[in-house]
């Protein structure tokens, strides 16, 4: 952890299943930074896998949290874009500028980047964090910081639903009504699509998907789930099936509900491998586009569309909580997440 003689509170992982608040060394800004007061940061559930030491990557001691917002509270050298007290949503990779990806315009995979809150990089589950001040775009003053968390994930689903083109007259699945399923939601509704059908297992998060205006939920784990979609879909299928999970059994059911010639596009990234029946998609003429993570335009334009009220996320955040009740949501999130979908940090 970066460190300097003064303290400020920040939430330290140290390994698996070992997260605690502590005093750790305050940041400062250097050369085209600026430091945040941190007003909001939610726990993603890659923090959580993190957390339970699953993933490597998150390598102890750090500070997790990389969907966060914040108010400028001091600028480095040569930053006069920002001024103190302005209200900001980050863009959490610090990238080069200079490799042949930068280049290309895909930021998000610059060869030299690194990302705020994972591996060794401390993130924003603390009073303080500093970013480059490219990486920060303005939060409107009507929209809540915790709000601001949002820019992150909902950047995630606005690229795989733009992967899916016009939607505009379309049906689309959406299978998975966790943050990316219905943030994904969002984004299709304002795209202008004639039947938003999503499926999920859990009953309340299909209550939420009602709420941020599905037209059709369907639960799987109940009998005859195909034949509810064919019966929403004058027995063809949808145009376009969204799978938000990355499982098998998801995976299955987005490419059966699929018209002749339709298409997915896959943003769920759980399962390295997944079956399908590979004699469907050949004959039925099925296309599938992958989707990763997000680019720098993109979080740029769906921060406009939350600022300009394009865009209606709020249902998602299921709790507000503070620093000193974080640790034990993550533990909750882990092992019991019940109703919880979003649950975002808060001064």
Not at 17 to 39: A, F, M, T, W, Y
Not at 195 to 201: E, G, N, P, Q, V
Not at 300 to 308: A, D, P, R
């Amino acid at each position: 952890m970066e460190g300097k003689d003064r303290e400020m509170k920040g939430i330290v992982y140290e390994g698996p299943n070992i997260l605690g608040l502590q005093e750790v060394g305050d940041v400062s800004p250097g050369p085209g930074e600026v430091k945040l007061r941190v007003r909001a940061c939610g726990i993603c559930g890659s923090d959580v896998h993190g957390y339970l030491g699953i993933t490597g990557r998150r390598l102890p001691p750090m500070i997790m949290g990389h969907e966060f917002a914040g108010e400028v509270a001091e600028l480095g050298q040569g930053v006069d874009q920002w001024k103190k007290g302005d209200r900001v949503a980050v863009y959490p990779v610090d990238f080069c500028g200079r490799c042949e990806m930068c280049r290309k315009g895909d930021v998000h995979l610059c060869l030299n980047k690194r990302a705020f809150g994972v591996l060794d990089v401390d993130g924003a589950f603390a009073e303080y964090i500093c970013v480059p001040a490219k990486c920060c775009f303005r939060v409107a003053d009507q929209i809540p910081y915790s709000i601001g968390t949002l820019m992150e994930p909902l950047a995630v689903s606005y690229r795989g639903v733009e992967h899916a083109g016009d939607l505009t007259g379309r049906t689309v699945l959406i299978v998975g009504a966790g943050t990316i399923g219905l943030l994904a939601l969002a984004c299709v509704k304002m795209k202008g699509a004639a039947k938003i059908i999503l499926s999920d297992l859990s009953d309340y998060r299909l209550g939420i998907a009602r709420e941020m205006g599905a037209d059709v939920t369907v639960n799987p784990g109940n009998s005859g789930w195909k034949a509810q979609i064919l019966a929403q879909t004058g027995g063809k299928g949808v145009d376009v099936a969204i799978e938000a999970v990355g499982a098998a059994p998801t995976v299955q059911q987005a490419m059966a509900a699929l018209r002749f010639g339709g298409r997915a596009i896959w943003i769920g990234n759980n399962k390295p491998f997944v079956d399908v029946d590979m004699q469907e998609i050949v004959t039925r003429e099925l296309s599938i586009q992958g989707s990763f993570l997000y680019g720098y335009e993109e979080f740029k334009t769906v921060v406009g569309l939350v600022n300009q009220g394009r865009i209606h996320v709020a249902p998602l955040i299921s709790r507000e909580v503070s620093m000193e009740e974080t640790p034990a949501y993550f533990e909750k999130l882990a092992k019991d997440p019940g109703s919880l979908i979003k649950v975002v940090m808060v001064d």
